[in-house]
């Protein structure tokens, strides 16, 4: 057995089991720590965050605005799976799966709120008056001793690998639509490349300005026709809801094998595309949140929640409601063009081009956040000018896209990625009592929270 089979095999068993007993653990002690504030004050958090997406009239210190820093953290984690890999698990688990997909994307919500609580307090302000942060200054700050040091150094080294390779294998995937149009690979990956660099170049000023209007259009583009889609065929939706809810718990009626087996599959394929659909337990949101103006640590961590919400239980769920109202999850043929076929269905020929769109849009607005985390995990790694080094790497790495094919990418980037969730998931348990306090301060002091009285 050769070292890529021993890597493979360790890479596979991890991606199983392990992972998703941390995220899940991790979840739910950062969800007690906190209060379970996801659903305490869920209404609260959507009222700050949806409620207030453009208002300019914040508090605070910061580089960007936190609706800025939300859709930068946003652009990175909506991606193509949340149309196509999330409907799969109708097809590989049954339809009682998305009920597991939603839990666990409402236990990630904790996760990823505390996470970027915890990049705010620790952040820093760098040698050109930005400010940055993320998992790997958390740990640096806030965990003491070497330790930090240690863990701050191994998630963004580890992380700084995998986005490398990652940041080629989403340009060979932005590509695909532009080959739909006659466009060649290489041609279209040198346009993505200008584009990137006319971004990034611009700094997280530029990134955030861009993404706010990029991430709402692209998401709403998808959102709105899906939800067409769902109101053609409404008259399925009883139906659906009933095999989503009763096939949760009855998983022989979905798959076949024993019960308790089949119950597992069903719960570890949900469980893991409500987990793996919104980054929470990576760190990765923090490395743009940092950058917000904002007057607490909460008020920026209920960004997070939002985000969940938008990836997981709507652009997700969307997908899924797509497939299962249309009838396509009864044909195993159609696993990878589900959704595409129901768009085709509703809007005919012009669904393959709005999938298209929307696939283009998902994956570049990815691109383009990855590449300014490829330059903070390099400042903090080695310095300011190494950062400036890592983004002139990265945006090369979108160019390489259009010629290489990176074949047996997917098991080092889930490698490393692995690496990297076991790390900071580590480390967000050690500091979850830090989560609580912030917390706490927060929703009991009247000059941040209203209700203050009122809620303790």
Not at 58 to 78: K, M, Y
Not at 177 to 206: D, F, K
């Amino acid at each position: 057995m050769n070292f890529i089979e021993i890597i493979t095999q360790f890479t596979n068993w991890v991606w199983n089991w392990p992972i998703l007993i941390v995220l899940i653990t991790g979840g739910l002690i950062l969800g007690y720590q906190t209060r379970f504030i996801q659903i305490r004050h869920f209404g609260y958090a959507m009222k700050q965050t949806f409620g207030k997406m453009f208002d300019s009239d914040v508090g605070g210190e910061g580089s960007v605005s936190p609706f800025q820093a939300a859709s930068a953290a946003l652009a990175s984690s909506i991606g193509a799976a949340n149309i196509v890999v999330a409907p799969a698990i109708i097809f590989t688990a049954g339809p009682g799966a998305i009920v597991w997909m939603w839990v666990a994307g409402i236990i990630g919500q904790a996760t990823k709120f505390s996470e970027i609580v915890l990049g705010i307090k620790y952040r820093e302000v760098n040698e050109e008056g930005d400010y940055v942060g993320g998992a790997a200054y958390t740990f640096k700050n806030g965990i003491k001793g070497n330790l930090g040091k240690i863990m701050g150094f191994l998630v963004a080294f580890f992380f700084m690998l995998e986005i490398l390779p990652s940041i080629t294998v989403q340009t060979i995937s932005a590509t695909a639509p532009l080959e739909q149009l006659g466009l060649s690979r290489p041609i279209s990956a040198a346009a993505i490349t200008v584009l990137v660099v006319l971004v990034v170049y611009g700094g997280i000023q530029r990134i955030g300005q861009i993404t706010e209007k990029l991430v709402p259009f692209m998401a709403g583009l998808y959102v709105i026709c899906g939800l067409v889609v769902i109101f053609m065929n409404i008259q399925n939706l009883p139906d659906a809801i009933s095999a989503i809810f009763s096939s949760a718990f009855n998983p022989q009626a979905a798959i076949t094998g024993g019960a308790w087996g089949a119950f597992l599959e069903m719960f570890k394929a949900g469980a893991a595309r409500g987990s793996y659909s919104n980054e929470a337990g990576m760190g990765s949101a923090a490395y743009a949140h940092a950058t917000a103006v904002t007057d607490h640590p909460v008020r920026q961590g209920l960004w997070g929640i939002f985000e969940v919400v938008s990836t997981t239980l709507m652009v997700c769920t969307i997908s899924v409601l797509v497939v299962m109202l249309s009838g396509n999850y009864k044909n195993p043929a159609l696993k990878d063009i589900a959704v595409e076929r129901a768009f085709n269905n509703a809007f005919g020929s012009i669904g393959t081009v709005i999938i298209a769109i929307s696939l283009f849009m998902f994956v570049i607005s990815t691109v383009i956040v990855i590449v300014f985390y490829a330059e903070r995990l390099g400042e903090y790694l080695f310095g300011l000018h190494f950062g400036k080094l890592m983004r002139f790497l990265a945006c090369f790495m979108v160019l390489l896209g259009g010629f290489v094919t990176f074949e047996g990418a997917g098991v080092f980037l889930d490698f490393t990625l692995g690496l990297v969730v076991f790390v900071n998931m580590i480390g967000m348990i050690m500091l979850s009592g830090e989560v609580r306090e912030l917390t706490d301060d927060f929703f009991t002091n009247p000059k941040y929270f209203p209700g203050a009285k009122k809620d303790k």
